[in-house]
């Protein structure tokens, strides 16, 4: 105990109850100051990117509230077997009805794998064409810069 507390009994007590609490009140702002030093370097670290967009499945599957999952497997294997089908009819029976149906399509994998490479190939175009959106609007053409080159 400080030797200017010694003829006070209630700052000595008061000391006491006080020292405690601020060791414990100590720890806890040493935590909210490294937390707080922790958030501010994660935001300052975190860059506005094209693949730190948040996307949320449900805004691409119709789906009936709490079915999204049972919806994801239905199209999951409908979509690709039916772009695997008018893929077949359009570019190997070349829309010939006859030639078509002489195709044994009780073979559901091999469809639906064409189907599937189709499906993603769009994809990938469309997240391509995405970025290039997502840039041209992140950095616009200066007009004044190349006018000046002139």
Known sequence: MPKWIN?????????????????LHYVHVRRDAREYKNRLKKSRNKKDTFGSQDVDIKDYIISPEGWEGIMFAFYFLSIPYIAGIIFLFLFIARADMESFLVFDLTSFFVVWAIGYEIVASM??????????????????????????RR
């Open 7 to 23: 003829g006070d009994s209630m700052a000595a007590s008061e000391f006491k109850h006080n020292g405690k609490n601020r060791d």
């Open 123 to 148: 994809l990938l175009i469309g997240i391509f064409i995405s970025y290039i959106k997502y840039m041209s609007k992140k950095q616009p053409v200066n007009s004044n810069r190349l006018s000046k």
